[in-house]
């Protein structure tokens, strides 16, 4: 039995306790037990997420030895600031932390290291608020990118349902493709995600426009991404000159033209490769890449993955379902 402690405290994401809790859960069930899952805080008792809903800790801190911990998940949430404070909570944290095998972060706030948390320094504080991080804390390197990062026996996700996929890679290390793949058809998760993919969405990494002839390019993009989109072309069609194309676009969407037809593209295809077998030259043609070398290029640097290996993932859960 491997003894799995999710620590929850006032204000905690209530997905970073309840996405992982049920994948391990549900692991323990194919395993003959596998997973002792166990829920602590400052004070046992009920424990108020961000969202108001309460959830039962059956430990305090104090009713619980940070020796008997396998892995420690940490939850995030707009809480972690004042978790920070609790000279006795971040004392447990650390303690268990240097004697579990795995120690996990989920959320933006996560536990300090070298890459979004992996790799603590020695005395450094178990839980740093990402935000401003590399500012407080010079010797973080924080990848904002990857949808988890694995470094050594800290492992720490980009948060909420990343947490799940960072759970399911822990069971796929634990116990094996077939028990992590079964967990992911069971709770309806098609893909489980490698790591390294990044959290890679047009609408959530870029601003919606304010002015009609910007939100007229970004919709002549979106509507078709194949087509030809070179500033000229979107300054026509926004009549404006290419220099006041460029210079409003950048200020109300947050990218350039340019970078944002790429990103549409990349989204297109990755659609486009989870739901069909066109071959990806021919798929880089349509969708205006050009090439295939093109679209591999673009989509290993937006997504960390190969588009083979992107759909590859796909069929492999289709064929598990």
């Known amino acids: 039995m491997r003894r799995v402690v999710f620590v929850i405290f006032e204000g905690f994401q209530s997905l970073d306790l309840t996405g992982p809790y ?64 609790d000279p006795e909570l971040v004392g447990w944290v650390r303690r268990a932390a240097e004697g579990a095998a795995r ?18 320094p020695p005395g450094h504080h178990p839980l740093v608020p990402r935000t401003g ?15 988890f990062i694995r470094d050594g026996p800290v492992w720490t996700s980009a948060g909420v349902t ?20 079964a967990v992911a058809r ?20 870029t601003a919606r426009p ?12 979106e509507a078709e991404p194949g087509a030809r989109h070179s500033i000229a072309d979107l300054a026509d069609r926004c009549g404006l000159s290419p220099r006041h194309l460029q210079r409003r676009f950048a200020d109300e969407v947050g990218v350039p033209p340019a970078a944002y037809v790429e990103r549409v593209r990349v989204e297109a295809a990755r659609r486009a490769l989870a739901e069909g077998d066109e071959p990806v030259e021919a798929l880089a043609r349509r969708l205006g890449f050009g090439t295939g070398e093109t679209l ?17 993932r ?8």
């Open 162 to 181: 990343a947490g799940m996929d960072l759970a399911l890679a822990l069971v796929e290390d634990d116990l094996g493709r077939d028990v992590a793949h």
């Open 296 to 312: 591999r290029r673009s989509f290993h640097r937006h997504l960390g993955v190969a588009p083979s290996d992107y759909r590859e």
């Open 186 to 205: 069971q709770l309806v998760l098609f893909l489980r995600r490698p790591g390294s993919q990044s959290q890679f969405s047009v609408p959530l990494w």
């Open 210 to 221: 304010a002015s009609d002839p910007i939100r007229a390019a970004v919709s002549a993009v």
């Open 133 to 147: 991080a590399e500012e407080a804390h010079p010797e973080l390197d924080v990848d904002c990118d990857p949808i």
């Open 103 to 120: 120690g996990v972060g989920v959320q933006r706030r996560v536990p300090a290291g070298r890459r979004r948390g992996a790799g603590r």
């Open 314 to 321: 796909f069929r492999a859960m289709k064929e598990y379902a």
């Open 22 to 85: 049920e994948v391990f859960q549900y692991a323990g069930h194919l395993s003959d037990g596998g997973y002792d899952c166990r829920v602590v805080a400052p004070e046992a008792g009920p424990v108020a997420s961000r969202s108001g809903l309460p959830v039962h800790a059956s430990y305090g801190i104090g009713d619980l030895d940070p020796a008997e911990v396998d892995t420690l998940v940490v939850a995030g949430g707009v809480g972690v600031d004042a978790a920070c404070e």
